[in-house]
Protein backbone atom coordinates (compact mmCIF):
# COMPACT_ATOMS: atom_id res chain seq x y z
CA UNK A 1 0.00 0.00 0.00
CA UNK A 2 1.02 3.69 -0.58
CA UNK A 3 0.88 5.94 2.05
CA UNK A 4 2.17 9.35 2.09
CA UNK A 5 2.05 11.28 5.91
CA UNK A 6 3.44 14.55 6.73
CA UNK A 7 3.19 15.97 10.56
CA UNK A 8 4.11 19.74 11.27
CA UNK A 9 4.76 20.91 14.86
CA UNK A 10 4.96 24.29 16.24
CA UNK A 11 8.00 26.10 17.92
CA UNK A 12 7.09 23.96 21.15
CA UNK A 13 7.29 20.72 19.42
CA UNK A 14 3.66 20.22 19.48
CA UNK A 15 1.71 18.30 16.66
CA UNK A 16 0.01 21.08 14.55
CA UNK A 17 -1.09 19.49 11.41
CA UNK A 18 -1.34 15.81 10.26
CA UNK A 19 -1.85 14.89 6.54
CA UNK A 20 -1.72 11.29 4.86
CA UNK A 21 -2.48 10.47 1.07
CA UNK A 22 -3.86 7.32 0.56
CA UNK A 23 -5.59 5.23 -2.08
CA UNK A 24 -8.79 6.46 -2.61
CA UNK A 25 -10.23 2.55 -2.48
CA UNK A 26 -9.47 2.75 1.49
CA UNK A 27 -11.79 5.40 2.04
CA UNK A 28 -15.18 3.02 2.61
CA UNK A 29 -13.05 0.59 4.13
CA UNK A 30 -11.78 3.39 6.85
CA UNK A 31 -15.58 4.58 7.47
CA UNK A 32 -16.52 1.30 7.88
CA UNK A 33 -13.51 0.13 11.13
CA UNK A 34 -14.48 3.79 12.69
CA UNK A 35 -17.78 2.55 13.09
CA UNK A 36 -17.27 -0.87 13.81
CA UNK A 37 -15.15 0.43 16.72
CA UNK A 38 -17.66 3.23 18.21
CA UNK A 39 -16.95 6.35 16.27
CA UNK A 40 -19.55 8.33 14.97
CA UNK A 41 -18.49 9.88 11.24
CA UNK A 42 -20.11 13.22 10.56
CA UNK A 43 -21.27 13.71 7.15
CA UNK A 44 -19.07 16.82 5.54
CA UNK A 45 -20.96 18.59 2.30
CA UNK A 46 -18.63 20.41 -0.40
CA UNK A 47 -15.84 18.92 0.16
CA UNK A 48 -14.31 16.22 -2.46
CA UNK A 49 -16.65 13.66 -3.66
CA UNK A 50 -17.28 12.38 -0.10
CA UNK A 51 -16.16 13.55 3.43
CA UNK A 52 -16.52 12.78 7.25
CA UNK A 53 -15.21 14.33 10.24
CA UNK A 54 -14.46 12.37 13.35
CA UNK A 55 -14.27 13.79 16.84
CA UNK A 56 -11.37 12.70 19.06
CA UNK A 57 -10.61 14.74 22.20
CA UNK A 58 -12.11 18.03 23.02
CA UNK A 59 -11.58 20.41 20.41
CA UNK A 60 -9.65 17.69 18.44
CA UNK A 61 -11.11 15.96 14.95
CA UNK A 62 -9.95 14.28 12.17
CA UNK A 63 -11.38 14.91 8.39
CA UNK A 64 -11.45 12.52 6.12
CA UNK A 65 -12.05 13.34 2.10
CA UNK A 66 -12.38 11.23 -1.32
CA UNK A 67 -11.33 13.16 -4.09
CA UNK A 68 -9.45 12.25 -7.53
CA UNK A 69 -8.88 9.11 -6.31
CA UNK A 70 -7.40 9.50 -3.11
CA UNK A 71 -8.46 9.35 0.32
CA UNK A 72 -7.07 12.34 2.14
CA UNK A 73 -6.78 12.56 5.80
CA UNK A 74 -6.22 15.81 7.74
CA UNK A 75 -5.86 16.99 11.25
CA UNK A 76 -5.33 20.87 12.66
CA UNK A 77 -4.88 21.49 16.15
CA UNK A 78 -4.39 25.05 16.21
CA UNK A 79 -3.12 26.46 19.16
CA UNK A 80 -6.50 27.65 21.62
CA UNK A 81 -8.00 26.13 18.82
CA UNK A 82 -11.41 25.00 19.16
CA UNK A 83 -13.11 22.32 17.61
CA UNK A 84 -14.91 25.10 15.08
CA UNK A 85 -12.13 26.53 14.04
CA UNK A 86 -9.80 23.21 13.66
CA UNK A 87 -12.49 22.07 11.14
CA UNK A 88 -12.74 25.36 9.16
CA UNK A 89 -8.80 24.84 8.93
CA UNK A 90 -8.91 21.51 8.18
CA UNK A 91 -11.25 21.71 5.05
CA UNK A 92 -9.51 25.20 3.78
CA UNK A 93 -6.28 22.74 4.27
CA UNK A 94 -8.10 19.46 2.03
CA UNK A 95 -9.34 22.10 -0.57
CA UNK A 96 -5.61 23.20 -1.30
CA UNK A 97 -4.52 19.58 -1.57
CA UNK A 98 -7.07 18.24 -3.51
CA UNK A 99 -6.31 21.15 -5.99
CA UNK A 100 -3.10 20.27 -6.24
CA UNK A 101 -3.63 16.38 -6.71
Not at 10 to 19: I, K, L
Not at 68 to 91: C, F, I, R
Request: charged share 25%.
Amino acid sequence: KESNECTWSDARGEDRVYVAVRPGAEFGAIRARIVKAGGHPAAVAGVGEDAFFVASEESTTALYVLGKGHLVLVTVNLPDGTQQSNEAAEKVLVGEILAKL
